[in-house]
């Protein structure tokens, strides 16, 4: 049996790699390829911010379609992090813009608690345009120091705003340069 078959008559992509005996990259690959594998839509479960956080999850999943979903492969809200891509894990975050009064410059948030190599965050380029044309940011997670914090503060002007951004179609690329550097057990 096809695993598109034994995924629809499931619906459980664990089982579904089981049953067919395939890895589970190809499993993956082929599933979204027939367009039957969808990140699970978070607006029925909870907050804007969480349905925003799971958009910015399909968006990375359409730059980097070859990474594999940890909240489909090994379990939903997967704390540590939300793809694996060639052995690199990878969080991905959503961040609106936030305009405060007595802060002139433009700003974000994001929590960083877990462990993963990668955080790739999607912030709201301006007010209330959500995912549309974001600013993207791929943050090497050994690279932050948090002094104990568990947010990450994001400045306009900051050294990790100028040094991380990124645009959409480098995101592939970079992580495939990290995954060869970590091949070669050099990360």
């Known amino acids: 049996m096809d695993i598109v078959d034994i995924y629809l008559e499931c619906n459980d992509f664990k089982e579904a790699v089981r049953r067919s005996g395939l890895p589970a990259y190809v499993a993956h690959i082929k599933l979204l390829g027939s367009g039957v594998l969808k990140i699970r839509d978070r607006i029925e479960y909870g907050s804007r911010a969480g349905m925003l956080g799971a958009k910015a999850e399909e968006l990375f999943q359409k730059y980097v379609p070859t990474a594999i979903d940890a909240n489909k492969l090994y ?28 802060a002139p410059k433009r700003q974000w948030g994001i929590r960083c608690k ?24 791929i943050i090497p997670y050994g690279m932050l120091s948090f002094l104990g914090e568990e947010s990450l503060h994001i400045f306009e002007s900051s050294d990790v705003f100028l040094t991380y951004q990124v645009l959409p179609e480098q995101l592939r690329e970079i992580l495939e340069e990290y995954a060869s550097l970590k091949e070669q057990e050099l990360i």
Do not use: C, H, Q
């Open 114 to 137: 877990g462990d993963r190599d990668f955080i790739v965050a999607f912030l709201e380029r301006e007010a209330n345009s959500e995912l549309d044309e974001p600013i993207i940011l």
């Open 75 to 102: 379990r939903m809200n997967n704390p540590g992090f939300d793809f694996e891509y060639k052995g690199l894990t990878i969080d991905v975050k959503y961040s609106s813009l936030r305009n405060k009064s007595k």
